[in-house]
């Protein structure tokens, strides 16, 4: 915006237009550009401060950017009150507060305060005179040093930007790019020769079309040079740092802690300034070494009031991935789990709804990757998690059913996802038990090597047991496997085997809600409390089936659903399990005393 309204200026002064009618010209053309752009928030808030701009010179007031600011966002949320939420509006606003009050400061503490900068200016005026005396190297040295300077002040706007609006991404994104500020020093000073050729181009291409195409590939190229460079710095280690999303009192905290930061280091600089022109012995140098070493304090604090702080109790989400399963587990041993993760509703499941959910915990690392049986609404998110696991998150190990096809698609193709990624596979079987954090997981389905008429007969079954809390996941069990299950829970010799409870605080209700699965006698035995449901909203298969809902409700247990409620938390609460829907609207959490 700045770019194409200065530039016009400039171009009708040169044409020798008075600024009286050459500065209503260039607001027209910004206005225009902003009804093009259909008002989007950054854009809104570029065309009202450069409106503001030029309007100051037509009528030779001074221009306050600060103000600008603010009126524009008095502006915006008066059309637009819940902008003030929306992450445009956030980032847009705080990246210039960011420009506007971090900046300054910045620059005061790395360039040094103004009776310095006049003195390194004096001495610097001197050495060019030297360096101009040599003929072979003086200007190459001269124009390294100015471009040194230049890079500093990029260095410092990147700064600025990333302190006000750090917080933001984070909340919005769940992670931030190690080496953006560096990228910054490639990308912004293409920039304006890209919205140069960009503009040029659309106007010459309404005269002449193959000049047009000629400008708009210098445009072209430039876009591809910063796609090649952003592949590049992706290749290096540590490239995508997850801090997971920071809750209310961090943000605040964290803005609290750059104010008084900001104040200590504006308040020194002032004392700087101050002795200095008193001349005062000692002074200055004593408050520069604080100035040093809050600059260096500064980003620690940052990340410190920022960071996801992870839970010490057990915690289980099953996720709203529509038509399909998907349930993710913490430890309190800080392990983390994934019980499947595919969905036949919704498109690249895992990249857009079960990575940014454990971005947004901070989840680094998965430790326990299980697919209960090869179906595509299981397994198809997971396949795409073990293909972006890397350098920002990685999988420690995959976990499948040891039945005795081994060779269906489905499994064939997480094992090929695996073996790229260099993670270990292995099998669970009835009797194979693991242990997290006094967390303890039993098989109960299938046995070593069997062999079902469906995938859904061999699906993984888990019976989980944490203090008095216990929980069975069944997948889409159902036919031969329900019965082999049921005979489990039925025998007291293999019940005290497999560690099964007298009954299940929760049970994950199998195939959706089919009526072929969850029998009347199997819920008899393990008598749930709560009995959650992952299925899509008005899905094809009328899940879940009324029959089955009916036999849950005869049982007693609390029925939540995903399709209803969207994500379904189930958080451990002086030992007593609260289950809360995310669509609930007041936050409402079902609990059940025991």
Known sequence: MSILGMALRKLLKKLYVPEK????????????????????????????????????????????????????????????????????????????????????????????????????????????????????????????????????????????????????????????PLYGIVINLFVIPLSSLLVVFSFVGGVIGCICLPAAKFILSNAFWLLKLYEQICLIFQKLPGHMQIFGRPVWWQLLLYYLMLILVLLCLMYLLYKIDEAEYQRLPLQPEKNRKKLKYIGKILPVLCIIFIVHIPSDTFEMTMLDVGQGDGIYLHTPAHQDILIDGGSTSEKQVGKYRILPFLKSKGIRQIDYLIATHA?????????????????????????????????????????????????????????????????????????????????????ITLSMQYQDFSCLFTGDLEGAGEEALQRIVSSSPLRQSYHIPEHYTVLKVAHHGSKNSTGEELLDILKPEYALISCGRKNRYGHPHRELLDRLADTGAEIQRTDEKGALSVILRNGKPCVTGYLDNQDNQISKNK
Not at 75 to 94: E, R
Not at 389 to 414: E, F, H, N
Not at 418 to 432: D, E, F, T
Request: glycine letters at 6%; a positive charge.
């Open 21 to 176: 009618s050459a500065i209503p010209v260039c607001i027209l053309l910004v206005a225009a550009y902003g009804q093009m752009t259909d008002f989007s928030i950054s854009t809104s808030r570029a065309v009202i401060m450069m409106i503001l701009l030029l309007a100051a010179d037509l009528f030779e007031r001074t221009y306050d950017g600060k103000n600008a600011l603010a009126l524009a966002a008095v502006i915006i949320l008066l059309q637009k009150p819940f902008a003030l939420f929306s992450c445009s509006f956030l980032l847009s606003f705080g990246a210039m507060a960011g420009i506007y009050l971090v900046l300054p400061v910045l620059e005061q503490v790395w360039f040094g305060d103004p009776w310095a900068k006049r003195r390194k200016r004096r001495r610097l005026h001197h050495l060019d005179r030297e360096l101009l005396a040599n003929k072979r190297t003086g200007r190459f040295r001269i124009f390294c040093r100015q471009q040194g300077q230049k890079i500093g002040q990029m260095l410092l706007v990147s700064s600025s930007v990333q302190l006000t609006t750090l917080p933001v991404v984070l909340y919005f994104f769940f992670e931030i």
């Open 375 to 459: 179906d595509e609404d299981h397994i198809n998110g997971l396949e795409e998690l073990l293909k972006l696991s890397g350098d920002g998150y990685k999988i420690r190990q995959l976990l499948l059913p040891d039945v005795a096809d081994k060779k269906q698609s489905g499994y064939v193709l997480l094992r090929k996802a695996a073996k790229q990624k260099h993670i270990p596979v292995r099998y669970l079987s009835a009797g194979s038990y693991f242990q997290s954090g006094g967390v303890s997981f039993f098989c109960l389905n299938p046995s070593a090597g069997s062999s079902f008429d469906s995938a859904n007969a061999e699906s």
